[in-house]
Structure formats: C-alpha cells, structure tokens
C-alpha cells in the first residue's frame, strides 16, 4: 500500500500528482499484468533475447 504524507501548505492536486508519481515508479500495475498469465521461463527468456537483438538491429547501429 502506498502512503502519501500531505503537508500542511500543499494542495490537494500536488499531492495526487505525487501518488500517481509514485505508484508509477513502483510498477505495480506492471506487476500485476504480469501475474495475470503465466509465462514459462524459457518463453521469458526468448522474448527477451528477441526483443534484445530487435533493439540492437534497429537502433543499436547509429554510430555509423
């Protein structure tokens, strides 16, 4: 659970923007769509590489 502290001059926009910051960064949601479906280790790690060598084909060569 996230806990916000409000300080006494801040405004009640300023601290939700805070929370929204926060909870962002914390990658629940993230976590969750994860969770929902199981993906076996080996698929994990696939994709993973996949998407590695896409990002290196892609973008990684601009130092020409």
Same mark, same amino acid.
């Given at each position: 659970m996230?806990?916000?502290n409000i300080k006494d001059d801040e405004s009640i926009d300023r601290a939700l923007k805070r929370y929204k910051r926060?909870?962002?960064?914390?990658?629940l949601v993230k976590?969750?769509?994860? &969770?929902?479906?199981? +993906?076996?280790p080996s698929v994990? &790690?696939?994709?993973? +590489?996949l998407s590695a060598a896409y990002r290196l084909d892609k973008f990684g060569s601009q130092l020409d």
């Open positions: 996230l806990i916000i926060k909870f962002q960064s914390v990658g976590e969750l769509r994860s &969770r929902k479906h199981f +993906i076996k994990q &790690r696939r994709n993973e +590489i």
